[in-house]
């Protein structure tokens, strides 16, 4: 296991199309979170899992995004009628209890 | 909420100079505390941690030690390498396991 992969690394679209994004965790690894960072900014939480269950979303999730853990394994979030403001990093990152999480290199969403 | 405020950079240091990085933190409970390094065009990378009071984490040169007292965990090393240039964030993951970063901090070490 090479720890976690993104998938994939750049992402360009237009306005108004929708975008999926994968994330593989280590796989002993039964916590997987996503985060957003913009430039210049540390990431900001997006939502966590605990094995295929959707523990927390935070209030920036709005209802255009979604994310699926399905089998308690890979995860993707989409993103629906992307706006030029969802332009950012998406990281993704996994755990195993509280020990230190490990990030995923990101995927970086460009919306023009 | 818990959150972390990290010094504000841009950091530009000659090498083998003498690095701090401050990081303060406001938190209930008992929150372990992180660094975090991102090197141009890749994600975060844990640099080091700590999970009590008074702990040092420590790796790769650099050292912070858990102060509950200042609520600080400051980031140092004593001698910067250019191959050091990056950007540093501060986290605190609190009791519900949710995880909070600074700004970050970035740092430009010149030859």
């Known amino acids: 296991d090479t720890g976690v992969s993104q998938d994939p690394r750049h992402k360009i679209t237009k306005r108004g199309q929708n975008v999926t994004f994968r994330c593989d965790p280590i796989s002993e690894h039964n916590r997987l979170y996503w985060y957003r960072q913009t430039l210049g900014q540390g990431p900001e939480f997006l939502t966590y899992f605990q094995n295929e269950a959707q523990l927390e979303k935070s209030r920036l999730l709005s209802d255009r995004f979604s994310a699926e853990r399905p089998k308690g394994s890979f995860s993707t979030l989409e993103i629906q009628r992307t706006e030029q403001g969802d332009s950012a990093m998406y990281l993704c990152?996994?755990?195993?209890?509280?020990?230190?999480?490990?990030f995923g290199p990101g995927t970086r969403l460009t919306v023009t | 909420g818990n959150s972390v405020t990290q010094m504000e950079g841009p950091v530009t240091l000659s090498e083998e100079a003498f690095l701090t990085i401050n990081c303060t933190y406001t938190a209930t409970g008992y929150p372990s505390l992180f660094w975090y390094v991102q090197y141009p065009g890749e994600g975060l990378q844990l640099l080091l941690k700590?999970?009590?009071?008074?702990d040092k984490g420590s790796n790769k040169g650099f050292e912070a030690t858990y102060r509950k007292e200042t609520t600080s965990f400051h980031l140092e090393k004593g001698s910067v390498q250019v191959s050091d240039s990056a950007v540093y964030f501060c986290a605190l993951m609190g009791n519900n396991n949710d995880m909070r970063f600074g700004a970050g901090t970035r740092l430009t070490v010149k030859p």
């Open positions: 700590a999970t009590k009071a008074d």
């Open positions: 990152a996994s755990s195993e209890a509280f020990s230190g999480w490990i």
